[in-house]
């Protein structure tokens, strides 16, 4: 059976099943005890219901329970104009008051939910399109880079005797400025991908995520004699490959942006309720509390490329990761101390 048609019979059953019971109510207090203090408020439920279901039409029920009040007050009081029947015509009239107020309200509130689930519906497709936009020019700009990087070489090797010191200067710039630009695209790709690649999440335990990121990482370990220390890892649902860039992007920007010293990490982790709190210790440059919320901004970068390496897009590519297990990832850091980035994860509140 539909189930709109199926929700519409529970919600007339209530109705019915609430107004027979207000009706006996009323008739017990009114028309058995005598009193008539009571009576008109039993039909506030059924009303209120009504009008919050069916809007304008769910108006219908108050009107008739009003009726039902008015009927049998010229019923059963052979005295009319007295101070009762004021009472009773006060009481239907507030039961129809109420029952447009509600249904007023719930108009109201209708509209307002339909046009946030509009402004969301809009908000995703443009996401979407904007995805999609990005994974598309980037894949598709790797391709004529390529080829430039590639001519470029040529031209030098074969004509290297004719060509002067400033034209292979030249050269130079061409070749080095599409590396910079590939590794850009990369990078963006490597984002986009994130959403459009996603790969379902297993049971994993971190403690091989972690091993893996610092195999990746094991060249810049050595070079700068980093030294990295973790808590035992738990077993959890990932995306493992994700999972890996996530680790390695925080370990990365631990070894990159430190002091003279070598690189003292820690990876820290505990069960906070249903979330998991992980935690990258450094004791590098550090950062300014002013810059804090603005690094997770695609392409923002607080130095040159000339400083540090880097294209401003590991972060949000954090973020983005972290955003899949509805978690967040902010910074805590004191400049020329080091810096703490933190991150959780609700494994119970994945969005896939
Ligand atoms: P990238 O490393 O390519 O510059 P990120 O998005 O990873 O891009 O980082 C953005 C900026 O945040 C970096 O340029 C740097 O200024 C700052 N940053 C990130 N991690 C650290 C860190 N551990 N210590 C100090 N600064 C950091």
């Known amino acids: 059976m539909n189930l709109k048609l199926k929700d519409e019979r529970m919600r007339l059953l209530i109705i019915l099943i609430l107004m027979i019971v207000s009706f006996l109510l009323f008739y017990y207090f009114k028309v058995i005890l005598k009193t008539s203090i009571l009576v008109a408020h039993f039909f506030y439920f059924p009303s209120i219901l009504a009008c919050l279901w069916w809007k304008?039409?769910?108006?219908?029920?108050?009107?008739?329970?009003?009726?039902?009040?008015?009927?049998?007050?010229?019923?059963?009081?052979?005295?009319?104009?007295?101070?009762?029947?004021?009472?009773?015509?006060?009481?239907?009239?507030?039961?129809?008051?109420?029952?447009?107020?509600?249904?007023?309200?719930?108009?109201?509130?209708l509209k307002k939910e339909f046009e946030f689930n509009e402004i969301m519906e809009d908000l995703r497709r443009s996401n979407e399109d904007l995805q999609q936009f990005a994974y598309v020019a980037s894949h598709d700009l790797q391709e004529p880079l390529r080829a430039i990087v590639s001519f470029s070489q040529l031209l030098e090797d074969k004509y290297q005797e004719k060509i002067d010191k400033d034209g292979k200067d030249f050269i130079q710039f061409i070749t080095d400025g599409a590396r910079k630009m590939n590794t850009l695209i990369k990078d963006l790709l490597t984002y986009s991908r994130i959403t459009t690649h996603a790969q379902p999440l297993k049971l994993i335990n971190l403690e091989k995520i972690l091993e893996d990121a610092l195999f990746n990482l094991h060249e810049s370990i050595r070079e700068t004699g980093a030294v990295i220390t973790h808590e035992k890892m738990p077993i959890l649902k990932v995306d493992k490959t994700q999972f890996i860039q996530l680790f390695q992007n925080l370990l990365s920007n631990a070894i990159k942006f430190r002091r003279d010293e070598p690189p003292r990490i820690h990876i820290g982790v505990k069960k906070i309720n249903d979330e998991w709190l992980f935690s990258v210790k450094d004791n590098?440059?550090?950062?300014?509390?002013?810059?804090?919320?603005?690094?997770?901004?695609?392409?923002?970068?607080?130095?040159?490329?000339?400083?540090?390496?880097?294209t401003g897009i590991g972060l949000p590519i954090c973020k983005k990761i972290v955003q899949r297990y509805s978690g967040k990832i902010w910074v805590k850091s004191d400049i020329g101390k080091g810096s703490t980035f933190f991150f959780t994860i609700f494994p119970k509140k994945i969005k896939d």
């Open 284 to 310: 590098g440059i550090g950062i300014e509390s002013k810059f804090f919320g603005k690094l997770f901004n695609i392409f923002y970068r607080l130095h040159t490329k000339e400083e540090y390496s880097g």
């Open 56 to 109: 304008r039409k769910g108006l219908i029920i108050p009107g008739l329970l009003a009726a039902i009040i008015i009927i049998f007050h010229f019923v059963l009081e052979n005295e009319f104009f007295n101070i009762e029947t004021i009472n009773n015509f006060l009481r239907a009239i507030s039961l129809l008051s109420a029952g447009i107020v509600v249904s007023f309200l719930s108009e109201h509130i």
